[in-house]
């Protein structure tokens, strides 16, 4: 059974900086890539990074240079750095996991979702 954990969520000051994490069970990303998303209060669900083939890291435009996707294949765990936070990072963040080959700009090619971790930035 695959299981997606994230932590790594709570409140911090614009500016600031938080690590999100999600391990992995059931299912190695290796084979699998990963995915973040995240979706703002009363809005839709959108991408913010996601991991390709040979480790290559994507990213959304608007969030380029200030989030950074890792993974540590021994831990079988995804990280999301997030740094100079600002108020409209505001938001339920997910990670996800897809099979190999899918676009992973879509939620719709990710096919295990963990519950979310809430991160709050204070303006």
């Known amino acids: 059974q695959v299981q997606l954990v994230e932590s790594g969520g709570g409140l911090v000051q614009a500016g600031g900086s938080l690590r999100l994490s999600c391990a992995a069970s059931g299912r190695s990303f290796a084979i699998h890539p990963m995915g973040w998303f995240r979706q703002p209060p009363g809005k839709e669900r959108e991408f913010v990074a996601g991991?390709?083939?040979?480790?290559?890291?994507v990213y959304a435009d608007s969030l380029k240079g200030r989030f950074t996707i890792s993974r540590d294949n021994a831990k079988n765990t995804v990280y999301l750095q997030m740094n100079s936070l600002k108020a409209e990072d505001t938001a339920v963040y997910y990670c996800?996991?897809?099979?190999?080959?899918?676009?992973?700009?879509?939620?719709?090619?990710?096919?295990?979702w963990g519950q979310g971790t809430q991160v709050t930035v204070s303006s």
């Open positions: 991991l390709i083939h040979g480790g290559t890291t």
């Open positions: 996800a996991s897809r099979p190999a080959g899918r676009n992973y700009m879509l939620q719709t090619s990710y096919d295990y």
